[in-house]
T-cell receptor, first 116, second 111 residues
């Protein structure tokens, strides 16, 4: 299995809702990432987990809460989002947190989130 | 702060022509990645460049890395319509797994 699987693919939520994005990989990768990509912009890093511990939080608002229950799973819990949080949320993984392996980083297909 | 600059940002090519996309970055790094993104889709890994002088080729695309010049190039040979997409370069920052992306080059190949 050489894929990163993200669910759901599309999500519409109200500003008072609580929802979660899920990401799963079975490649034995020990680093997992959340990126946010607005339309026509490059991806921007939100969080890095290395060996199931949060290593980087790029000053992301607390309405986004990451969780890494085990080495294969990464969740992003969403609460009280704003319309400007609408974006494509990408999960990625790498063999280790330098990503300096020949397979680099593997990205999932993303969750397209719309906040109404 | 690491900055990654791609140019051009928009590229309209005719089929059969050659062109090069440039990726400059501002601080030392020996990890450079190229990705392709189709509209509404995720990022597809094209090349992983991990050392100075690295050159990799896949089909009509060839990527190179010059860490001394802090420059990577993505060369397109005899473009075909199927290559139409947005191409991102991304530079690895330090040892913490952070990727800094360029703004992307939107490539349109016309018959």
């Amino acid at each position: 299995d050489t894929e990163v699987t993200q669910t759901p693919k599309h999500l519409v939520m109200g500003m008072t809702n609580k929802k979660s994005l899920k990401c799963e990989q079975h490649m034995g990768h020990r680093a997992m990432y959340w990126y946010k990509q607005k339309a026509k912009k490059p991806p921007e890093l939100m969080f890095v987990y290395s060996y199931e511990k949060l290593s980087i939080n790029e000053s992301v608002p607390s309405r986004f809460s990451p969780e890494c229950p085990n080495s294969s799973l990464l969740n992003l819990h969403l609460h009280a989002l704003q319309p400007e949080d609408s974006a494509l949320y990408l999960c990625a993984s790498s063999q280790d947190w330098s990503g300096a392996q020949m397979d680099g980083y593997t990205f999932g297909s993303g969750t397209r989130l719309t906040v109404v | 702060e690491l900055k990654v600059e791609q140019n051009p940002l928009f590229l309209s090519m005719q089929e059969g022509k050659n062109y090069t996309i440039y990726c400059n970055y501002s601080t030392t790094s020996d990890r450079l990645y190229w990705y392709r993104q189709d509209p509404g889709k995720s990022l597809e890994s094209l090349f992983v460049l991990l050392s100075n002088g690295a050159v990799k080729q896949e089909g009509r695309l060839m990527a190179s890395l010059d860490t001394k010049a802090r420059l990577s190039t993505l060369h397109i040979t005899a473009a075909v319509h199927d290559l139409s997409a947005t191409y991102f370069c991304a530079v690895g920052l330090g040892s913490q797994g952070n990727l800094i992306f360029g703004k992307g080059t939107k490539l349109s190949v016309k018959p």
